[in-house]
Nanobody
C-alpha cells in the first residue's frame, strides 16, 4: 500500500524553526517528484515547495523563499522541509504529495497523485 506520512509539525514561536519529514512506504520515491503544500483554515491549499526525483530541481513559493529549504534522501525514502524564521502566516496543515515524474516538479496540487494525512504547524507567541 502506497503511503506518505508527515511528521515534525508542532507549535513554535515566531522566528523559530521546524523540520518536517515526509516518509514514503510501499513505493520508492526516487522516481517521484515530491511537493509540500499547506492549507490554512478557510483558505485553499497552496504549493510551498517541491523537488524533482533527482533533487536537481527545487521550487519555492515566493512567500517562503529564503526561509524554507526542501531536500530529499532517497536512500531513506524521505523528503524534508526545513522551515526557518517562521511567521504566524505560516500556520497551516502541511501536506506532502508524490507525483510520478522523472525530470521536473511542480507547485500545483492537482497534479499530485499520492498524499499524506498532514501535520499541523502553528506559529504563535
Amino acid at each position: 500500500q502506497l503511503q506518505l506520512v508527515e511528521s515534525g509539525g508542532g507549535l513554535v514561536q515566531p522566528g523559530g524553526s521546524l523540520r518536517l519529514s515526509c516518509a514514503a512506504s510501499g513505493f520508492t520515491v526516487d522516481r517521484y517528484a515530491i511537493g509540500w503544500f499547506r492549507q490554512a483554515l478557510g483558505k485553499v491549499r497552496e504549493g510551498v515547495s517541491c523537488i524533482s526525483s533527482s533533487g536537481g530541481i527545487t521550487k519555492y513559493a515566493d512567500s517562503v523563499k529564503g526561509r524554507f529549504t526542501i531536500s530529499r534522501d532517497n536512500a531513506k525514502n524521505t523528503v524534508y522541509l526545513q522551515m526557518n524564521s517562521l511567521k504566524p502566516e505560516d500556520t497551516a496543515v502541511y501536506y506532502c504529495a508524490a507525483l510520478r515524474s522523472d525530470y521536473n516538479a511542480y507547485l500545483i496540487p492537482a497534479l499530485y497523485t499520492y498524499w499524506g494525512q498532514g501535520t499541523q504547524v502553528t506559529v504563535s507567541s
